[in-house]
């Protein structure tokens, strides 16, 4: 049976993971992220967005994956994610879901919107081979994008 478990209780394996990975980016450690990826994720590694966002789609390799994560962590005012607060996770193994709530700030943006997300780990032997993101609003950060661009 799936376990749940709150950001305040340190885990192991992959929720442990999961638990750094979202620590690492609220205190805009990109160093932290990239040694995470390095360790943690399979070369192969892929991120996927939902494709309603501009910046949807799918991004695929570790290399890749560990510059993106470190540019969300020390972008202030240039756009991503901030305040980021790890809320809840479910633990079941090789799937490991959180649901996170941060700001969000387009490029170019003045201002950051609320957002929340559920995100979706995929691992094997022990290495995340897939982070799925399930945003609540992408038309909220669709707007956001095409307002910064006006």
């Not at 192991?12 to 160093?31: L, P, R, T």
């Not at 560990?66 to 305040?83: C, R």
């Not at 809840?88 to 170019?108: E, H, L, N, S």
């Not at 780990?121 to 897939?130: C, I, M, Q, R």
């Amino acid at each position: 049976m799936p376990e749940s478990t709150t950001a305040n209780n340190a885990r192991s394996g992959g929720s442990g993971i999961v638990q750094q990975f979202y620590e690492a980016i609220g205190k805009g450690e990109a160093d932290t992220l990239v040694t995470l990826v390095n360790d943690h994720f399979d070369p192969d590694a892929r991120l996927v967005f939902p494709d309603a966002l501009p910046y949807g789609g799918t991004h695929e390799g570790a290399k890749r994956l560990g510059k993106m994560f470190a540019g969300m962590a020390t972008a202030p005012g240039a756009g991503g994610p901030g305040e980021v607060a790890l809320i809840d996770m479910i633990d079941d193994g090789d799937k490991v879901v959180a649901r996170v709530q941060f700001t969000w700030t387009a490029p170019g943006a003045s201002e950051s919107i609320p957002h929340e997300a559920l995100e979706m780990w995929t691992f094997a032997d022990g290495k995340v081979t897939e982070l799925r993101a399930f945003y609540w609003d992408t038309h909220a950060c669709a707007e956001q994008v095409a307002a910064s661009r006006a």
